[in-house]
């Protein structure tokens, strides 16, 4: 019996041992370790432009005709994804849609010594930067590229610019619109104007007179009526519908719309889950809002009339 208890103690200290590191019991020593070699990675070649303390004060920053990212102002940087300042670190600023000024540095790092420097800014954001707060970045697999890269994750994730402030037609009527290219230039005819790229080709556009000719991404069929004012109006989130917008490097839409084996399925009987953009979503979503004693309608005439 005593060989049995001293295995039944060593399989309870094994299983404890198990929970302990994941849990995360264990782990500040190989954190801090990166955090340490982040440092060091970041001190020979971030600090020249953006500075020891991370501010976008380096020595190389007075050239540049926009000023470098400060790392310490939490309010911007705690909202950006690890994923986001990786691919600027591995591929330069326009892998963003950034300024070119921010090189690639894929040939001198790799993806885990770029993942220690953003552990490193990570402790310089004040207010302090907490874990969950950034969540990750979310590629669709079919998003269009636009005439312009317009980064929601800049825009909606870290400036926190309200959807309406470019789509302001959503709470006034049917469609959501686009902002017009003065709308832009009101924040661009200055911000990026120097030498992004991209911000020049909204300057384009705006001295042709030319309306920016994005691509649509989201559509429903044309026998359906859809307003967006009513669900503006009942405080439905723009991500309930559009998903993690504001996580979208290039916006798409996966997975929407009639699908011939989910309709296969329901042929059978078994009932898979609604697809988004599809009537059985969208009766779906006005059910659960009944039973929170919303006032969202069912009957047919609704959406098609």
């Known amino acids: 019996m005593r060989w049995f208890a001293a295995a039944a103690s060593l399989a309870l200290l094994v299983v404890a041992f198990v929970v302990m590191v994941r849990a995360g019991v264990g782990a500040a020593p190989s954190d801090q370790r990166d955090v340490e070699a982040g440092k060091a990675l970041y001190a020979r070649n971030c600090a020249p432009c953006h500075g020891a303390a991370g501010r976008g004060d380096g020595d190389s920053a007075a050239g540049l005709a926009t000023r470098p990212a400060d790392f310490t102002d939490g309010r911007l940087m ?9 691919e600027v670190i591995m591929h330069g600023g326009p892998a963003m849609g950034l300024a070119p000024t921010m090189p690639p540095f894929r040939g001198n790092l790799n993806e885990g010594q770029a993942r220690q420097i953003v552990a490193f800014l990570r402790r310089l954001a004040q207010p302090a930067f907490r874990p969950g707060e950034a969540r990750p970045l979310v590629t669709p697999a079919h998003a269009p590229v636009q005439p312009i890269f317009f980064n929601h994750v800049i825009h909606a994730g870290s400036f926190q610019i309200p959807c309406q402030y470019c ?3 959503a709470r006034r009527g049917v469609f ?7 709308r832009c230039m009101g924040c661009h005819k200055i911000i990026g104007a120097q030498d992004n790229p991209e911000i020049q080709k909204i ?6 007179r030319e ?16 307003a967006h004012k009513p669900h503006i109006r009942a405080g439905v989130e723009c991500q309930t519908c559009h998903g993690p917008i504001d996580r979208m490097p290039r916006v798409g839409a996966d997975n929407l719309g009639a699908w011939i084996p989910n309709d296969l399925l329901n042929l059978v009987r078994v009932r898979p889950d609604a697809r988004p953009f599809t ?13 929170k004693g919303a006032k969202a309608p069912l009957d047919c005439v609704t959406c098609h009339h």
């Not at 959501?176 to 003065?182: C, D, F, I």
């Not at 300057?203 to 042709?208: A, L, V």
Request: aromatic fraction near 18%; proline fraction near 7%.
């Open 176 to 182: 959501a619109g686009l902002p017009s290219v003065e």
């Open 203 to 208: 300057h384009g556009y705006w001295n042709r």
């Open 167 to 169: 789509h302001a037609d």
């Open 279 to 291: 009537m059985g979503w969208c009766i779906n979503c006005h059910r659960q809002e009944i039973a």
């Open 211 to 226: 309306a920016i000719p994005w691509i649509r991404v989201f559509k429903i069929p044309e026998f359906t009526y859809f």
């Open 78 to 86: 705690n909202r950006l994804p690890d994923g986001f300042f990786v």
